[in-house]
T-cell receptor, first 117, second 113 residues
Framework: GAVVSQHPSWVICKSGTSVKIECRSLDFQATTMFWYRQFPKQSLMLMAT?????????EQGVEKDKFLINHASLTLSTLTVTSAHPEDSSFYIC?????????????FGPGTRLTVL | KQEVTQIPAALSVPEGENLVLNCSFTDSAIYNLQWFRQDPGKGLTSLLLIQSSQREQTSGRLNASLDKSSGRSTLYIAASQPGDSATYLCAVSSGGGADGLTFGKGTHLIIQP
């Protein structure tokens, strides 16, 4: 079964609104989670690293004030797209390395399809 | 900065053929390399993971090899089936669980019945 979940699986919103996406590790704790973005026919691009109890670290070119990340517990990280615009429409996927077992494998969530009208 | 390239970008073959997908990366200092499958509009399914100290991994009809020094990996699919149709992504990790992955753009594979 899935070890990382995301909610919602898809969302449609109007331009200017904010959208929150949740990423949960279901049966393990994750002090670190990763957020990726995938545009149509493109590959996944790492956006940011979510760190439990501390600030997220963002990849170059990703606006931290636009993509707010909160990792308030060891099983939940949230990504909030603030003042979303059509160019933010994309597929957002999170991942988490499993603590307590080999940290080699990243477990990915099923993704969230965001469409901004 | 690590860059991952996958060739070919797309491939269409008749059912039953054996095929090879290629992946190359620019920085050989990797922790591991993973191959994923992605179906249209879906998330990722991990297929094989190769540690930097390993040369290959096998799972069923899939075999992945790694030549770290030359910055290359191949995914071999034996006796292809229509259900194998998907996009195959190669991704490298430079820091284990502490770092995110760098992905290639993928190979879009179609297996013709």
């Amino acid at each position: 079964g899935a070890v990382v979940s995301q909610h919602p699986s898809w969302v449609i919103c109007k331009s200017g609104t904010s959208v929150k996406i949740e990423c949960r590790s279901l049966d393990f704790q994750a002090t670190t989670m990763f957020w990726y973005r995938q545009f149509p026919k493109q590959s996944l691009m790492l956006m940011a690293t979510s760190n439990e109890g501390s600030k997220a670290t963002y990849e170059q070119g990703v606006e931290k004030d636009k993509f707010l990340i909160n990792h308030a517990s060891l099983t939940l990280s949230t990504l909030t797209v603030t003042s979303a615009h059509p160019e933010d429409s994309s597929f957002y996927i999170c991942s988490a390395p499993r603590v307590g077992k080999s940290t080699d494998t990243q477990y990915f969530g099923p993704g969230t399809r965001l469409t901004v009208l | 900065k690590q860059e991952v390239t996958q060739i070919p970008a797309a491939l269409s073959v008749p059912e039953g053929e054996n095929l090879v997908l290629n992946c190359s990366f620019t920085d050989s200092a990797i922790y591991n390399l993973q191959w994923f499958r992605q179906d249209p509009g879906k998330g990722l399914t991990s297929l094989l993971l190769i540690q930097s100290s390993q040369r290959e991994q096998t799972s069923g009809r899939l075999n992945a090899s790694l030549d770290k020094s030359s910055g290359r990996s191949t995914l071999y699919i034996a006796a292809s089936q229509p259900g194998d149709s998907a996009t195959y992504l190669c991704a490298v990790s430079s820091g284990g669980g502490a770092d995110g992955l760098t992905f290639g753009k993928g190979t879009h594979l179609i297996i013709q019945p």
